[in-house]
């Protein structure tokens, strides 16, 4: 179960890890300013138990993938229900890969994004992932323009919520 303490230190990590040398301190001292006595130490900790617990995949950067050169398209797949988890962790494993979900769809149920240097490069990793799948196709959607950079979690609504940011 969450805490108080440990939504409010997801709150803050999702929206923005300072860019200094010592930002665990930095987000402990806007804790403490919201009320919260929790030390840099103490925060680090939090964030490594709540890594461990699976409520953090991950923190790390998002970069404008067009404006470095590289590009990106929506793809998906078709697999039986019975390998949907098989599948989406296999594409997962992509380094290319940010994310993956699924949809209740006849044709296409595993839908993913993918970012690499080239459309080249993304057919190429889209090509292994079929075989590896044992596949007959994929959907290839090229991406010609980006609506949205950023989706935050309203993570006081419980799990599911979301808010444009």
Known sequence: MLTELDIKILELIQNEVPLCERPFEVIA???CAAGMNISEEETIERIKSLYLKKYIRRIGPIFDA????????????????????KAAGLISSYKS?????IRDDDSYNVWFTVTEESEKKIIETLEEIKTKLAIG??????????????????????????CEK
């Open 66 to 85: 067009a404006a470095l050169g590289y590009k990106s398209a929506l793809a998906a797949v078709k697999v039986s229900p019975a390998d949907i988890e």
């Open 29 to 31: 001292s806007r804790l």
């Open 137 to 162: 196709d994929y959907l290839f959607l090229p991406s010609e323009k980006t609506y949205k950079i950023k989706v935050g979690f309203d993570l006081k609504a419980g799990y599911g919520g979301t």
């Open 97 to 101: 890969v940010t994310h993956n979900y």
